[in-house]
C-alpha cells in the first residue's frame, strides 16, 4: 500500500491542520513507504487491527514507541500516523452500513482535537491518547454535532431517582457522552442541537421514547455554582444535568484542559486572560480543591424532561 495517500493529505487538509504538522506526517509517511523493514511493521499492525484481532493496546504502541525513537521522533508522532492510516477504511466502514458521510468527518475531528492538544502540551504534532481512539476506530463512538456519543450501562449499586419520577437502575442502558475540545461554545442552541441530534441515531433504544444521556466530565464539578462568573456556558451545561455525585479531587489533574502547556507552571503563576483561567487560577491559589461529577438527564427529542 501507498502510506502518503492522497486520502490522508485531503483529510488533514480539510481540517487545516497546522503546516508543522502537515510537514511531520507527511515526512514520516513517506519514510514508511521508502523504509520496507518500516512499512512491513505498520503492515502487520494495521492488518491485525482491520481484522479485528488486536485493538490499539500496550504491546502495539511499544513497538511504535521504539520504530519512532529509533528514527529520531516522538512516540506520539507515530501514534498519530497509526491512526491517520485507519482513516480511509473507517471511511469504507462508514460508506458500508450507510452512515451519513458528515457524522464521519465530525468524528474525526476529534484527530484535529487530540493533534492540538498534544501540540500544546507535549510540544509536538501527534496524540498522547491513542487508545482513546479505540471507540472511533471500533465503530462504538460517534460524533452528532458538538459532543460525542456511545452506549453505555449505569454502574452504580444504588438506584437514581430523577425529578420527573424516572427510576435509573444499575446495568440500565444510557448514552454517554464526551465533550471535545473543539472550541466551539457550550451554548443552549448547540448544546440543543447535538442532543436532537443524537436523538434520531440512539431513540430505538429506549421504547418509552426519553433517552436516557450522561456525561462524567470536570465540566460537572458541582462547585463550579461557588466560583464560576454567572452566565458562562459551562453553569448552563450544568444546568441540563441531575447530578448523581460530584467530588473533589486530591490533585488538580484536569489543569491541562484549562492552562495548557501552562498548567506546569506553579499555582500562583498561572494565566489568568480568560474568564475560566482567572476563576480558576483564584480558587486554587485560595488553597480550594477542584474535582469532577456525573450527571443524567432525559431527552424526548425536542427538550430535557424535567
Known amino acids: 500500500m501507498k502510506y502518503n495517500s492522497k486520502f490522508i493529505q485531503d483529510l488533514m487538509a480539510r481540517y487545516s491542520y497546522p503546516e508543522e504538522a502537515v510537514a511531520l506526517f507527511t515526512k514520516v509517511l513517506d519514510e514508511i513507504d521508502s523504509d520496507p523493514a518500516l512499512a512491513e511493521q505498520f503492515d502487520k499492525y494495521l492488518s491485525l487491527f482491520s481484522s479485528h484481532q488486536i485493538r490499539i493496546d500496550d504491546d502495539m504502541l511499544n513497538v511504535l514507541k521504539e520504530l519512532a525513537e529509533a528514527r529520531g521522533y516522538s512516540e506520539y508522532t507515530f501514534y498519530f500516523v497509526f491512526l491517520l492510516l485507519l482513516t480511509e477504511d473507517l471511511y469504507n466502514d462508514y460508506n458500508l452500513i450507510g452512515i451519513d458521510e458528515k457524522i464521519y468527518y465530525d468524528t474525526m475531528d476529534d484527530l484535529r482535537c487530540k493533534l492540538l492538544e498534544c501540540i500544546e502540551c507535549e510540544y509536538v504534532p501527534g496524540t498522547?491518547?491513542?487508545?482513546?481512539?479505540?471507540?472511533?476506530?471500533?465503530l462504538e463512538r460517534f460524533a452528532y454535532g458538538r459532543f460525542q456519543y456511545e452506549i453505555s450501562s449505569y454502574g452504580e449499586d444504588e438506584d437514581f431517582v430523577m425529578k420527573c419520577g424516572h427510576v435509573v437502575k444499575k446495568d440500565d442502558i444510557y448514552i454517554n457522552f464526551h465533550i471535545p475540545?473543539?472550541?466551539?461554545?457550550?451554548?443552549?442552541?448547540?448544546?440543543?442541537?447535538?442532543?436532537?441530534?443524537?436523538?434520531?441515531?440512539?431513540?430505538?433504544?429506549?421504547?418509552?421514547?426519553?433517552?436516557?444521556?450522561?456525561?462524567?466530565?470536570?465540566?460537572?464539578?458541582?462547585?463550579?455554582?461557588?466560583?464560576?462568573?454567572?452566565?458562562?456556558?459551562?453553569?448552563?451545561?450544568?444546568?441540563?444535568?441531575?447530578?448523581?455525585?460530584?467530588?473533589?479531587?486530591?490533585?488538580?489533574?484536569?489543569?491541562?484542559?484549562?492552562?495548557?502547556?501552562?498548567?506546569?507552571?506553579?499555582?500562583?503563576?498561572?494565566?489568568?486572560?480568560?474568564?475560566?483561567?482567572?476563576?480558576?487560577?483564584?480558587?486554587?491559589?485560595?488553597?480550594?480543591?477542584?474535582?469532577?461529577?456525573?450527571?443524567?438527564?432525559?431527552?424526548?427529542?425536542?427538550?430535557?424532561?424535567?
Not at 487508545?131 to 476506530?137: A, L
Not at 475540545?181 to 441530534?197: F, H, Q, W
Not at 488538580?252 to 484542559?257: G, L
Open 181 to 306: 475540545s473543539s472550541g466551539v461554545s457550550l451554548n443552549d442552541e448547540v448544546r440543543l442541537a447535538s442532543y436532537k441530534e443524537a436523538y434520531k441515531h440512539v431513540k430505538g433504544l429506549f421504547p418509552d421514547g426519553n433517552v436516557l444521556f450522561g456525561c462524567g466530565s470536570w465540566l460537572l464539578f458541582e462547585k463550579h455554582r461557588e466560583f464560576l462568573p454567572a452566565g458562562m456556558n459551562i453553569l448552563k451545561f450544568m444546568d441540563d444535568f441531575e447530578l448523581v455525585h460530584s467530588h473533589e479531587k486530591e490533585n488538580f489533574s484536569d489543569d491541562w484542559r484549562i492552562f495548557g502547556h501552562y498548567s506546569e507552571l506553579p499555582i500562583d503563576q498561572l494565566p489568568r486572560d480568560t474568564k475560566l483561567r482567572k476563576a480558576y487560577a483564584e480558587w486554587v491559589c485560595a488553597g480550594h480543591k477542584t474535582g469532577s461529577g456525573f450527571g443524567l438527564f432525559l431527552f424526548d427529542g425536542e427538550k430535557i424532561v424535567r
Open 128 to 138: 498522547f491518547v491513542p487508545h482513546w481512539f479505540n471507540g472511533f476506530f471500533r
